[in-house]
């Protein structure tokens, strides 16, 4: 990245959705309804911002834009999505990325446990296609959901490799954008991710992405069905807490070691 282009923008806000509905209990947060949402994407571009896909705003950006945006970006791929986010985002002239679990397609999110149920199946290869052709970018979101960073070798590339070219084979486009199961990765998981064809991808973080930082762990914010469109503006615009992703980002290292002994045990803690 030349100096002039590295000037020409200083931050970019992305947003992390999972679920288009209502959920209760202790996912609730994963859960965003359509009206909700609706009122989200208003109150964004009301406030000058652009709303886009992940790759598409890093591209624009990387090609000197100083256009206000917001990458919006929906984990897992659950139907709801074709059936409610899709009509609310054309509403909002919006684009976004949504970030397949391709072992999950046409079954459920297993990984959420006894919650899984409540939000519903997920898209089919079909529905998935339909979604493809009404111009979202559709991202990979990896093979089976498991955390990748306390994965063998040979797992982690199943995870990513297979998973990456199912979606090119399927969809018959290219999918470049990535976003790690749980958010977790590290420099051999950012590596595979990258050695596989993705060319940039996407963690949780709850901060804002700065040109300095990774192209490869891009942070988002996580919109909850509690921020009215006003929250969610000064959420983008204030740039969120920042000694809660500092904290998070040092515990890492540490949690990783406990997953990992929890995997050995048989267990996957996320």
Partial sequence: MTASVAQAWTTLPALMYHSVSAVGGPLRDLAVPPERLAEQLAALSAAGYRLVGLTEALDELAAGSTEKMVAVTFDDGYRDFLTAG??????????ATLYASVGHLGGHAGWLGQWSPDFGPMLTWSELEEVASTGIEIGNHSLIHHPLDVLSGAQLREEVVSSHDQLEQRLQ??????AY?????SDRVRRVVESSGHDNATEVGRRL?????????????????DHT???LVALVEGGGPRLVSQIKQLAQPGWRL????????GRNLT
Avoid: I, W
Wanted: aromatic residues 8%; proline residues 12%.
């Fill in 173 to 178: 486009r290219k999918v470049r954008s990535f």
């Fill in 229 to 231: 469109g006003a929250d």
């Fill in 209 to 225: 992405h700065t040109p300095s930082e990774r192209r490869f762990a891009v942070p988002r914010f996580q919109p909850t069905p």
């Fill in 86 to 95: 899709v009509p609310a985002l054309q509403a909002a002239g919006a684009g």
């Fill in 258 to 265: 406990v997953r990992r002994m929890a995997r050995k045990a």
């Fill in 181 to 185: 199961p749980h958010g977790y990765n």
